[in-house]
């Protein structure tokens, strides 16, 4: 299943020196950016920095255990990295957890911002995307 998540460029400083030239109006649904749902990458990545801080350690120290390097941990704890499932019980096995147990914490944490979130704008996502599956319903299928 193919993941989905707006992009938007980043603007680079030379591109804000050059002359601007005028942009066609907004339609009026790109006038206010509604909260986007989070994905699962960053929601894990913040809960893994959670749990290294908690006991104090440093990303080397946690690194080492789980086997990986820690640039590559300092990537998924920043959600810029998809750790594949090994990966992950490597890191809650290096962290002094479980998988499950990691897996319902980001659930967790999945579900409260998910509450942040209007449910006027992914209510409006799912319609404009038929077959999509609303937010909670993945949960449901991963627990």
């Not at 509604?34 to 080397?60: A, I, N």
């Not at 659930?107 to 937010?135: E, F, W």
Request: hydrophobic share 35%.
């Amino acid at each position: 299943m193919a993941e989905h998540a707006n992009v938007y460029p980043l603007r680079r400083e030379a591109q804000r020196q050059q002359p601007q030239q005028p942009q066609p109006e907004p339609r009026p649904q790109e006038r206010q950016r509604q909260p986007q749902e989070p994905l699962w990458r960053e929601v894990l990545g913040r809960r893994l920095r959670v749990l290294r801080q908690e006991q104090r350690e440093t990303l080397s120290e946690t690194a080492a255990r789980a086997g990986i390097s820690p640039q590559y941990l300092s990537e998924i704890e920043r959600g810029r990295k998809e750790p594949s499932s090994e990966m992950i019980a490597a890191l809650a096995g290096a962290l002094g957890t479980t998988l499950i147990d990691l897996t319902e914490h980001v659930a967790g944490d999945l579900r409260r911002q998910m509450s942040l979130v209007p449910r006027a704008s992914y209510a409006r996502a799912s319609r404009a995307r038929p077959g999509r599956t609303r937010p909670g319903g993945i949960l449901a299928l991963a627990a």
